[in-house]
C-alpha cells in the first residue's frame, strides 16, 4: 500500500503539470500556430478561394464563431510551481485568430492575428511593494481655510 502511494503521488504532480500546458480540446485547430500572414496569401485568393477549399484546407470553424478559427495556448514553466521560488514567476500565453468573410460561396475577406503575451511577476516583489505602500504616510486632503 505503501509504494502505491509514493507511485501515486508524482504521477498525480505530473498530470497536473501537464494540464498546465494543454490546449484543451482545441486540437482541430492547431494549424494556425503554423500559418503567417505570408502562408495565408498563398493559400487564400480573395474572390477566389471557396468555402469548400477552406473547410478541406482548415476543417469547419467551431459553430460558435461564425467563419472564425481560433487557438490558444498558455504554458507556465515548471519552476514556478517550485515551493522556493519567490522570486520570479513567468507565464506565456498565445493567440491566433483567423476569420473568413464570405461573398456567397466565395471568399470576400480574411483576417489574421497572431499576439503573444509574456506576464513575469515577483511574489516577493509585490509583498514588498504592499509593505512599502503600508509605510507612506496617506495624502492629505487641502484644508478648506474660508477667508
Given at each position: 500500500m505503501k509504494n502505491t502511494t509514493n507511485l501515486l503521488l508524482p504521477c498525480a504532480a505530473i498530470l497536473m503539470l501537464a494540464a498546465c500546458v494543454s490546449d484543451f480540446g482545441q486540437r482541430e485547430h492547431a494549424f494556425l500556430r503554423h500559418e503567417t500572414e505570408t502562408?495565408?496569401?498563398?493559400?487564400?485568393?480573395?474572390?477566389?478561394?471557396?468555402?469548400?477549399?477552406?473547410?478541406?484546407?482548415?476543417?469547419?470553424p467551431a459553430p460558435y464563431e461564425e467563419g472564425c478559427y481560433s487557438y490558444h495556448v498558455s504554458s507556465m514553466p515548471f519552476y514556478n510551481f517550485l515551493p522556493t521560488n519567490f522570486l520570479y514567476m513567468k507565464?506565456?500565453?498565445?493567440?491566433?485568430?483567423?476569420?473568413?468573410?464570405?461573398?456567397?460561396?466565395?471568399?470576400?475577406?480574411?483576417?489574421?492575428?497572431?499576439t503573444a503575451d509574456i506576464k513575469t511577476d515577483s511574489p516577493a516583489g509585490s509583498l514588498l511593494k504592499d509593505f512599502a505602500d503600508g509605510l507612506r504616510p496617506p495624502l492629505s486632503k487641502p484644508s478648506r481655510n474660508p477667508l
Open positions: 502562408t495565408l496569401t498563398q493559400k487564400i485568393i480573395k474572390g477566389q478561394t471557396t468555402r469548400s477549399e477552406i473547410e478541406t484546407l482548415f476543417g469547419k507565464s506565456r500565453s498565445e493567440h491566433w485568430r483567423l476569420c473568413i468573410d464570405y461573398n456567397g460561396d466565395t471568399v470576400r475577406d480574411y483576417r489574421f492575428s497572431h
